[in-house]
């Protein structure tokens, strides 16, 4: 199955960012681009028009034009690219959910206006981070350059969604020719009343540290032999602070969908609307995606 990159699109500056790096993606990964706007009747989806009417609401054709506009320029930009357009009648968050049950990765801005209003603000983007079905990547408005010379971020806590974003992670650093950074997050030392007991419980805490990220470095290396890789332990107060700072010299952070440890709860509360909305480049988020239907 041919997975497209889908891109939610509403003509703000965020989403045309989305856009333009969905784009360049879906061409270095050889898959099609599919630009899709979420509507909404103006007095709400299923809204009667009249008692007749059940009142679906229909695509509108600026929101057509606005489409078309952004494919046409994104094609002359990206040659080789192969790009489709879709308006789908409902609300932003379970369009996106809907359309990333057939995608390979759904690329979208961290605000919007329109379909996409307010997308990683607040509960649209939440629903999106939570529920995908495939990874999700979410970059920053255009006023904010994506970097492109930095390394790829991720953090490794032992879970099987940490071992997949290292996965994800891996091929991004490949496809982009940069170094991989593994990054394990544990409490900061804390003071106890037999110091020999602090020091011990320090010592273990480094070493399951240094174990967890040896043991990520080596799934990788096989299928990335020239892959630069480097393994870095931070002591901070919570794994979200520790990624938001390293983020600032990255191309792309990349986050499991949940984790344990270092980073219990990633995504499911403050922690993910904290990192992607504060990241200093884009975050992309490892959800699995779904068996593709026969």
């Known amino acids: 199955m041919n997975r497209p990159v889908v891109a939610g699109v509403d003509g703000s500056p965020s989403s045309l960012a989305a856009a333009d790096q969905a784009a360049a993606t879906a061409v270095a990964r050889s898959r099609p681009l599919l630009l899709v706007h979420g509507y909404l009747h103006p007095l709400g989806y299923g809204v009667p028009l009249n008692p007749y009417d059940l009142g679906l ?3 509108t054709e600026e ?5 078309e506009r952004v494919a046409a320029d994104l094609a002359e930009r990206h040659p080789g690219l192969r790009v489709a357009v879709r308006q789908v009648a409902g609300g932003p968050g379970a369009t996106l959910v809907e ?11 961290s605000r919007g206006v329109g ?8 509960s649209v983007g939440g629903q999106l981070a939570q529920h995908g079905h495939c990874p999700v990547l979410v970059v920053r408005p255009a006023e904010q350059p994506i970097p492109v010379d930095g390394p790829v971020l991720v953090g490794v806590d032992g879970s099987d969604a940490a071992a997949y974003a290292v996965e994800l992670a891996a091929d991004e650093a490949a496809r982009r020719d940069a170094e991989l950074v593994l990054v394990h997050v544990r409490a900061p030392e804390r003071g106890a009343t037999a110091p020999e007991v602090a020091a011990e419980a320090s010592t273990a805490e480094r070493a399951e540290a240094a174990e967890l990220l040896a043991a990520a470095a080596a799934r990788v ?7 630069p890789v480097t393994e870095r332990a931070v002591a901070a107060a919570s794994p979200e602070t520790a990624l938001r700072e390293a983020s600032a010299g990255a191309s792309l952070v990349v986050v499991g969908s949940r984790g ?5 709860g990633l995504l499911l509360g403050s922690v993910s609307q904290a990192l992607v909305q504060h990241a200093h480049c884009p975050v992309l988020i490892a959800h699995r995606p779904e068996p593709a239907d026969d």
Do not use: D, Q
């Not at 359309?99 to 801005?109: I, K």
């Not at 379909?115 to 607040?122: I, N, V």
């Not at 290396?221 to 892959?227: F, N, S, T, V």
């Open 57 to 59: 609401p229909a695509p």
């Open 63 to 67: 929101a057509e034009k606005m489409l």
């Open 99 to 109: 359309e990333s049950r057939r995608a390979e990765l759904v690329v979208v801005g």
């Open 115 to 122: 379909g996409f209003a307010g997308l990683l603000l607040g």
């Open 221 to 227: 290396r096989p299928a990335h032999p020239g892959l």
């Open 260 to 264: 344990r440890g270092g980073f219990a």
